[in-house]
């Protein structure tokens, strides 16, 4: 493996050399050389940023982008996402995900985590990209399926793959699943240390029917059957929307992760409000997400982080929320924490997830403030560079395989809307 | 001036030609040939809308891109904008403006509604661009500077420049203009038949200080003062969003211009709850802006319009809302018909005003709805050609004059902020 030499970048305003060796940055200062062997990277004109971990998403819905919109909840399942969905297979999975990392490396993210179906063909997809997947297996009602010996075959299953492709045990909401099924999977994570990621309190509705049929709210349901204890340090609630003073006051002490999804709930009409501050406030892990494709319709983390900061200084008529630099940190570091991955920083001895913007593209002119325009101005396209556990996988926006995914996403789209 | 031949592009799904002739739609269909002499332009792996209207903005402040963020608005209006705007001229307006429409270009925009100074410079710049640009010209106080010899002078001089520039009547706000320069600029708009932009209820205090000040509701005041009468036809109050029931209804009486700036809104924290349906169902003619680039960061107006039609679904829980049909108008037809300009569909007899975009952008990959996705997925990026009044201004994402722009509006903007 190849060292990589980034000459005259520019970082937080500043040109610097940046060194990456063993899948590490190894070095930054205008005095580092470049080592004998290295691929070497000209920085001119562009700036260093830590890549983003995407923490909610179904990655081969892809496949759906712009299938169905503006329709009620119900409609939009029943008569058009799930009659499709029972066209899945091998393939499918396998294009939609290609297409679905495409997508993430040309909008600067190398780390996401998914929940959907056909595990091993969404497995060799992402490790084909380069880019790290945690992939969530779904559960419903009492998660029999979810044997040990499944969970083994699986995780021998991924053994010749990338270092970089992960499972997750990934129980689909508390409305789907039973109360023995939440506590199977929480074990599950404990034993495997794997990540516990389930879609939590999106709707309004979901929350008071979980107290009819429970007599308490999602979160302190789980807390009740001892999840929060048992999946400690390995918990994803996604959405989150839906949660009062004693639910955030449990996420905190559990220092659990929340991800929002913003495009998502907003274009879904699930709601606007996300107690951002108060979760925070409470010890809460607050990343952030796309979702899939079918929900909101594209996978770019800036928009996604974009409309996160607006919306929260919206709602609280408060400007100075989640300011541009905590908003970094929710859109990469604070996700790569939660995947296990020292990242989402441009430090010696961090983890070699970093991208490169181009300042030639119109988000950053003038470049009043790197920072601002990338999160404030830019979209996916200012995106020219990525690098991911120390391998280029995009330069100048080329990615080798693209023209292929395309023409198969597109061929296996038709294929699962027959 | 040449007719143009589009072949074989992508329109509502069907392949089609498409001509132009003076300026104007003046074919569509597959059956449609090549006149001698034409432009051929080729539609393969194209889709063709109409390019949006941006009914409000200050196209010179995109010099302050980046520039102050995540502030109080007042600690951000005097420490940081008001003192460097005292160093505009006319070389940082013509330069801020040039880089503008430069941005609006290549995101598919030919139409824009500005509020700013130095309307010289200003229109030099945008008729340089070839774009449409109706220059409002700010007034304060009593606008005692605005006399009719001044307007017959500002247009004498936009005569020599291209017929796409005009000019608007811009009253900044009912707190910084007294009822007498209210209603002057009222008679003004009339008299010469030109809009008559204002800011409008942006924030509640305005209102507050309003009742407290006249006694009456911004939109109350402005019809007690006779100005809405006036100007009917003419009006177009930007943002609007503090707005009862009786405003919306002097709104819906008038056939009243509201231009929504939601990136803005939220970015300032001004609010989050813009009466769209309620304004719509009045009779109110709404519309959309990206305001100035030192209030929200771009000029991305199918950025502006996806968070537009996101969070109406998002605060009233309703997917269905704006869906994507009607959103495609606030962003085109509904602002060209307040500026008086036949435009906003692709259909024979329009204004020659659209947009190819690139089905190989993965926004569109796959294509189960080209609109969905252009107006969900997508940005400006995935704009490729752009013809303005049967101009091309914009092919392959070249425009010639960018470099110079770029490398003209950072020396610019150094000026500026010294």
Chains 1, 2 share one sequence.
């Not at 409305?175 to 099924?181: D, P, R």
């Not at 220092?255 to 929002?260: I, P, W």
């Not at 396209?381 to 395309?406: F, W, Y």
Request: proline share 3%; charged share 20%; net charge negative.
């Amino acid at each position: 493996m190849k060292p990589i030499w980034i000459e005259g970048v520019s970082l937080n305003e500043n040109p610097t050399n940046i060194l990456i060796e063993n899948k590490h940055i190894a070095g930054i200062g205008l005095d580092v050389p470049m080592p004998a062997g290295a691929i070497r990277i000209a920085g001119k004109d562009k700036a260093v940023f830590p890549t983003f971990a995407n923490m909610h998403t179904h990655a081969a819905m892809n496949l759906f982008r712009g299938y169905a919109n503006d329709l009620p909840l119900m409609t939009w399942l029943n008569d058009w996402i799930w009659p499709k969905e029972k066209n899945l297979d091998d393939d499918t999975v396998y294009w939609g995900t290609r297409l679905a990392c495409t997508e993430m490396i040309k909008s600067g993210t190398t780390a996401y985590s998914d929940m959907y179906f056909h595990i091993p063909a969404a497995a060799k997809a992402a490790s084909e990209l380069g880019i790290r997947s945690t992939l969530g297996i779904n559960a419903f009602g009492d998660a029999e399926e979810l044997t040990e010996k499944y969970i083994e075959s699986i995780l021998a299953m991924l053994e010749p793959l990338s270092e970089l492709v992960s499972i997750a045990i990934a129980p689909h909401a508390v409305y789907t699943v039973s109360e023995k099924g939440l506590r199977r999977c929480a074990k599950l994570s404990r034993k495997y240390g794997l990540l516990y990621h389930i879609h939590m309190s999106e709707t309004e509705s979901e929350v008071v029917n979980c107290v009819k049929e429970h007599g308490c709210r999602p979160y302190e349901l789980l807390e009740r059957l001892g999840v929060m204890e048992m999946t400690e340090g390995h918990f994803s609630g996604a959405h989150s929307l839906y949660v009062d003073e004693n639910e955030i006051a449990i996420i905190g002490r559990y220092r659990a992760t929340v991800t929002h999804n913003p495009c998502s709930n907003l274009k879904l009409g699930s709601g606007h409000y996300f107690h951002y501050v108060e979760l925070r406030d409470a010890g809460a892990n607050v990343t952030l997400g796309t979702d899939g494709c079918s929900s909101s319709n594209n996978l770019d983390m800036i928009e996604a982080a974009k409309i996160m900061s607006y919306l929260q200084k919206g709602i609280r008529r408060d400007p100075t929320v989640l300011a541009a630099e905590e908003l970094l940190d929710v859109a990469t570091s604070n996700g790569f924490k939660t995947l296990g991955i020292d990242a989402g920083k441009i430090a010696v001895g961090k983890s070699a997830d970093l991208m490169l913007v181009d300042l030639n593209n119109l988000a950053f002119v003038p470049n009043n403030n790197t920072l601002a325009n990338l999160l404030y101005a830019a979209h996916g396209d200012a995106v020219d560079t990525v690098v991911c556990n120390g391998h280029i996988l995009m330069q100048q926006r080329h990615i080798s395989s693209e023209a292929e995914t395309i023409a198969e996403a597109r061929r296996a789209t038709a294929r699962l809307m027959r």
